[in-house]
């Protein structure tokens, strides 16, 4: 039986002409409410065709953020660290020093207006990235981010490694993704991520792949590339 996600095209290029998507990677940490408020700006002038699309990565300070479908007995440990409610699809996730946010704006007109395409492209951009570093990420039909078995903790074992939480309007996209490099896995324990109690989460570290955020970030971007189009530096 074919699995629907797979079967779902792994690409989502622009089906017409256009400037590259902007690559824009911040130095130190960014507070969430300024990214919020950023992305929404941004957002707004990508829709009324005033500014090219723009993928930015981000790491900010120790937070949780809770989507639209977030529960709140999911959230263990209110008093650790702030707590944002966000526009974003999803349930509580964490993010922090260690871990690279990519904020995806993009013109899914100007693409394919598909939610659901798009939220698989977005795994695939992941899968391939983690492939580059000879991991193996995959999908699971009833969550949405990426996976990896983890056959040494035990039969059906496996963490998650990078999450997956989107905003459209006007059919522009904005809030992202997140794939941990080396974060502070303990603070995963302050809420029940994504609403999925029975699995863990893990790390590039965690897996004993010792990279820099750098490289991490050449890696997002050439796998980006295979799934969504050139880019530029910005």
Not at 108 to 135: C, H, M, T, Y
Not at 138 to 148: I, K, L, N, S
């Amino acid at each position: 039986m074919v699995n629907l996600r797979e079967a779902l095209a792994v690409s989502f290029l622009p089906e017409s002409e256009g400037e590259p998507v902007e690559w824009v990677v911040a130095e130190g940490l960014t507070g969430y409410d300024e990214a919020v408020a950023e992305m929404e700006a941004r957002a707004a002038l990508i829709a009324d065709g005033k500014a090219r699309e723009r993928v930015w990565l981000v790491e900010h300070p120790p937070l949780y953020t809770a989507g639209t479908s977030a529960r709140d007995e999911d959230l263990i440990a209110p008093e650790r660290f702030p707590v944002f409610r966000s526009g974003r699809g999803g349930q509580f996730t964490y993010h922090g020093p260690g871990q690279r946010v990519a904020y995806v704006m993009l013109d899914l007109k100007r693409r394919q207006p598909d939610l659901r395409r798009f939220v698989a492209a977005l795994e695939s951009w992941l899968i391939g990235a983690l492939g580059d570093f000879n991991i193996r990420g995959e999908r699971r039909e009833d969550r949405v981010g990426v996976w990896v078995r983890r056959p040494e903790k035990g039969p059906q074992t496996e963490d998650k490694i990078a999450a997956i939480g989107i905003r459209v309007r006007r059919w522009v996209s904005f809030h992202g993704i997140s794939l941990n490099v080396e974060p502070e896995l303990s603070h995963f324990d302050g809420i029940v991520p994504c609403g999925v109690s029975q699995h863990g989460v893990t790390s590039l570290v965690d897996l004993g792949l010792p990279v820099t955020m750098p490289e991490v970030d050449s890696v997002l971007r050439e796998a980006f590339e295979r799934v969504f189009g050139p880019t530029v530096a910005a």
